[in-house]
């Protein structure tokens, strides 16, 4: 498919249409069915024509899957630098002990024979059901079919690992470095179990841009604290998921680094990259029909402020209330009251989508009918000033549906 770009708003860089994880140059991406799903593809891979360096953030839950054991391993053995990925959905290969770390490596083992490199380029992902071991004769088929081009659409690998998502979540961009055009692509799955600090989500970017993996991590951990880690759709936190991100330097120019005069150019795209994708994941939570935006100012202190919106936006009873298409401010308030950060009600100010709804901590009338037409919109916006500090920081979930219980009363069957 030909790609087409559409310039953003307020930003040096092309949304490329239909654009993904392979469009960047070098960068080829597959998927297929290998049988650990019923009848959906459930194996995926992403191949890089040269040596890329790369970096990756996991998630803070104690029981970390074994996938995220051996790739942290990989990285830190191969000094930042990778070829391939594969992951596999349907199975978390977590909580299965060293059978699951000696999987994974067996995994890195076939992928690295198949495309000729060394095992220790390969990282590895899992999502799925936890505390299942990967029945590894149908991971080996997978491996060997990496190189046949029947399967290395990047559609493929888009659809290969998802788990109750109910659509695919893609993007890439392009922006001019040095005179030359370089691109950032990036692919993601999650829709149940999302919660600050890395929850159950998958994510994966690439680019052709020249940048070592010292300064990727430092990009990488950055855009994280203020894109993924800022979403929640039920407040849990998952054992396995990352986000990594590899640039395999196919487009020459002057190495990006804080001193170059165009890296916050690239750091605008990447960051828009990754709150693209962040919020497609927010947007498609289980059962979801609504995204919520949060903006807090006028915190403190960056911590108070992004403490706050995810508080609003992971309150079971703000996200009932926007499910409900009932603007139920009280809500906003206490949440906003048990988080424990500071706060001064006599200098708090609250809208609801544009309309306030809290002045100084005091009750405005608003115009209900006016009030239940914005709701009825998808995307819901809570605008919070504290007006005690310059600090500012948006989180993003989504609201609390019937369809939420019925999907994960049933995850398992």
Same mark, same amino acid.
């Given at each position: 498919m030909k790609h087409q770009e559409t310039t953003s708003q307020q930003h040096n860089f092309s949304i490329i249409k239909h654009g993904d994880i392979s469009t960047p140059q070098g960068f080829t991406a597959g998927g297929m069915h290998i049988g650990l799903r019923a009848n959906k593809k459930d194996f995926g891979w992403i191949y890089s024509s040269s040596l890329a360096s790369s970096a990756a953030v996991y998630t803070l839950n104690q029981f970390k899957a074994a996938p995220l054991i051996v790739t942290e391993d990989t990285l830190q053995k191969s000094k930042g630098k990778l070829q391939a990925l594969v992951v596999n959905s349907a199975n978390a290969n977590s909580c299965t002990g060293q059978q699951g770390i000696n999987d994974a490596q067996q995994t890195q083992t076939w992928v690295a024979?198949?495309?000729?490199?060394?095992?220790?380029?390969?990282?590895?992902?899992?999502?799925?059901?936890?505390?299942?071991?990967?029945?590894?004769?149908?991971?080996?088929?997978?491996?060997?079919?990496?190189?046949?081009?029947?399967?290395?659409?990047?559609?493929?690998?888009?659809?290969?690992?998802?788990?109750?998502?109910?659509?695919?979540?893609?993007?890439?961009?392009? !922006?001019?470095?040095?005179?030359?055009?370089?691109?950032?692509?990036?692919?993601?799955?999650?829709?149940?179990?999302?919660?600050?600090?890395?929850?159950?989500? !998958?994510?994966?970017?690439?680019?052709?841009?020249?940048?070592?993996?010292?300064? !990727?991590?430092?990009?990488?951990?950055?855009?994280?604290?203020?894109?993924?880690?800022?979403?929640?759709?039920?407040?849990?936190?998952?054992?396995?998921?990352?986000?990594?991100?590899?640039?395999?330097?196919?487009?020459?120019?002057?190495? !990006?680094?804080?001193?170059?005069?165009?890296?916050?150019?690239?750091?605008?795209?990447?960051?828009?990259?990754?709150?693209?994708?962040?919020?497609?994941?927010?947007?498609?939570?289980?059962?979801?029909?609504k995204l919520i935006s949060v903006n807090v100012s006028g915190a403190k202190s960056i911590s108070d402020a992004r403490k706050i919106g995810k508080t609003i936006v992971s309150s079971n009873l703000v996200k009932s209330a926007i499910f409900g298409e009932d603007a139920n401010f009280g809500r906003i308030i206490t949440a906003i009251g048990y988080s424990g950060c500071e706060i001064d009600p006599n200098c708090t100010y609250v809208q609801l989508n544009q309309i306030p709804v809290v002045d100084k901590g005091m009750a405005v009338l608003f115009n209900e009918q006016a009030m239940s037409n914005t709701l009825t919109h998808e995307n819901v916006t809570i605008d919070v000033q504290l007006g005690l500090g310059n600090a500012v920081a948006t989180a993003y979930g989504c609201d609390l549906s019937y369809d939420y219980v019925r999907i994960n009363a049933s995850y398992r069957t």
């Open positions: 024979q198949q495309l000729q490199i060394l095992s220790e380029h390969v990282a590895v992902a899992s999502t799925g059901v936890i505390g299942e071991y990967l029945p590894m004769d149908k991971i080996k088929t997978g491996t060997e079919h990496i190189n046949d081009a029947n399967f290395a659409t990047p559609g493929a690998f888009n659809e290969a690992i998802l788990t109750t998502d109910t659509c695919t979540k893609h993007i890439a961009v392009s !922006l001019n470095i040095d005179g030359k055009t370089i691109t950032i692509g990036g692919s993601a799955k999650g829709s149940g179990m999302i919660h600050p600090n890395m929850a159950t989500m !998958l994510a994966f970017i690439t680019t052709d841009a020249s940048i070592e993996s010292n300064t !990727l991590h430092q990009l990488l951990k950055s855009s994280t604290d203020h894109t993924f880690n800022m979403i929640t759709v039920d407040g849990d936190t998952s054992t396995n998921d990352m986000v990594l991100v590899m640039a395999n330097q196919q487009v020459e120019h002057q190495i !990006l680094n804080q001193d170059h005069p165009q890296w916050e150019i690239f750091v605008d795209a990447f960051n828009f990259v990754c709150t693209f994708l962040a919020k497609a994941i927010a947007r498609d939570g289980e059962g979801a029909t």
